[in-house]
């Protein structure tokens, strides 16, 4: 691979090519378990987009596949490296172009981390809200790859809705530049959508044009306490039905509230089933709050509790944002991300349950219940070979699982090596076919992070 790494130095400042299996061996994979991943070649950091078009140009001259990544905070395996390939990291491509108040939208490249993005908008009382829990650390460039959900999808939806337009590198180097910079916009098919959850095997998205939102008001919250998840999911499908639109409605197991219970000590009663958490952020949250609260009741909570203030919010939401780490303490965890309709939430987490039961693990769910995506997050023993055959086999289950009840494999982590077998299986032979065929047309070589989705 010399001549690659010469070719490579060429159009590139110094530093930018790095070769030190030290440093490479770090930017092998994503956060996802259960995924195979190569040794690159080589990790470049191009910090512009003609040097990003000079490492596609030599990829395509040479035949090396290609992986792009980000911050690499992703749980599919879509960042995992193939053996021999060039790492394209994108994270120093970390300007803010633009954000403009009266046009409502930011201009950025793909390494702004989200977190910047939201705090940026947020200095002209604007919002970008799609909020992965990874916000403070993923980038934008990896939100649209993979099509990145958050805790407020249910009021202000995912991040293919606020992607107006992209400029993207193909396999061979060309710029092309996707959808508008204005309100509206429908001339042509819309490529910009089809980047969005592509994963990085179509092209190197490497400017994108994002819509912004005004800030919305400080949330109030509630929490609702059930004896079943029955009783739970019933409460979310009233609220939805009386035509409420919360800024969040999160939904937590028995499993995962015994395991934050132990945590941080919160004094949930044992025997609470599921967790119901509410909040508002219109004009008088407080109403909507006790309309939902009485929902709540009649669907059977045993208990409702509303903030008085903010910060009593922020205190009935720390059990949700504290369920991923109290789970972790039991163990090596995969967290999935199957979505349902809504009202099939109940039968999703009591499968769930009897999935747990049948190979002997501990499975905790959290939902973004005003959606229907649910985490289910299996936790296990690495060092046990027999359980982590168990782990994956109950992966599987709940894949089944999801589509059975009329779901998806994957509401917002992206398939990328760890539901590859399972896409075909959601798309069907034509449709795997047709998205194979696209696949052959932006990148007729295959060298672009080949061995995902696919």
Same mark, same amino acid.
């Given at each position: ?31 996802a ?10 990790v470049?950091?191009?910090?512009t ?10 990829a395509?001259?040479l ?20 053996e ?18 009266v046009?409502?939208?930011?201009v ?54 606020y992607?107006l ?48 939102r ?9 929490v ?53 958490? /509410? #909040? ?8 909507? !709050?006790?309309? *939902?609260? @009485?929902?709540? $009741?009649?669907? &059977? ?19 949700r ?16 991300? /199957? #979505? ?8 999703? !987490?009591?499968? *769930?349950? @009897?999935?747990? $039961?049948?190979? &002997? ?35 599987d ?14 509401g ?41 989705l696919?």
């Open positions: 691979m010399s001549g690659l790494v010469e070719r490579l130095v060429v159009g590139l400042p110094e530093g930018a090519v790095v070769v030190d299996p030290a440093v490479t061996e770090a930017y092998r994979h994503d956060m378990g259960f995924c195979a991943s190569g040794a690159p070649a080589v470049v950091f191009p910090s987009v003609e040097e990003v078009q000079h490492v596609m140009r030599t395509t001259e035949r090396v596949p290609v992986v792009p990544q980000g911050a690499r905070t992703g749980l599919s395996g879509a960042a995992n490296a193939v021999g390939c060039i790492v394209l990291s994108l994270v120093k491509m970390d300007r803010i172009l633009e954000v403009d108040p046009n409502r939208i930011a950025v490249e793909p390494g702004v981390v989200n977190a910047v993005l939201s705090r940026a908008a947020g200095e002209h009382g604007l919002a970008y809200p799609p909020d992965p829990s990874s916000w403070e650390s993923c980038t934008i460039g990896g939100n649209i790859g993979t099509g990145a959900g958050g805790l407020c999808c249910v009021k202000y939806g995912v991040t293919s809705e992607v337009g992209l400029d993207v590198v193909l396999a061979d180097g060309r710029l092309l530049r996707t959808g508008r910079q204005t309100a509206k916009g429908v001339a042509g098919y819309d490529l910009t959508r089809l980047f969005v959850g592509s994963e990085g095997t179509l092209g190197v998205v490497v400017r994108a044009v994002l819509a912004l005004p800030a919305p008001a400080p949330q109030l919250a509630m609702a306490e059930f004896a079943t998840a029955d009783a739970a999911c019933e409460a979310v499908c009233a609220v939805m039905a009386a035509g409420f639109t919360p800024s969040l409605m999160e939904l937590m197991d028995a499993v995962s509230v015994r395991a934050v219970n132990r945590l941080a000590q919160m004094g949930l009663p044992e025997s609470t089933q599921a967790l119901l958490l /509410v #909040a508002f952020d219109g004009p008088d949250p407080a109403r909507e !709050l006790a309309a *939902v609260g @009485e929902l709540c $009741e009649a669907a &059977g909570a045993t208990d409702v509790v509303p903030a008085e203030d903010q910060a009593e919010s922020e205190l009935l939401l720390q059990a944002r504290l369920a991923l780490t109290a789970l972790e303490l039991l163990g090596t965890t995969m967290v999935d991300d /199957v #979505a349902v309709p809504r009202s099939r939430q109940g039968a999703m !987490l009591n499968g *769930v349950a @009897e999935i747990a $039961e049948r190979y &002997g693990l501990t499975i905790g769910v959290v939902c973004h219940a005003g959606d229907g995506n649910t985490h289910p997050i299996v936790a296990f023993d690495a060092d046990d070979p027999d359980e982590v055959a168990r782990a994956r086999e109950s992966f289950a709940i894949m089944a699982l999801g589509l059975e009840l009329g779901g998806t494999i994957t917002e982590h992206g398939v990328g090596l760890l539901k590859r077998d399972w896409l075909a299986k959601e798309l069907g032979p034509v449709g795997l076919e047709l998205q194979k065929q696209m696949k052959g047309l932006f990148d007729p070589l295959g060298i672009l992070n080949p061995g995902k696919f």
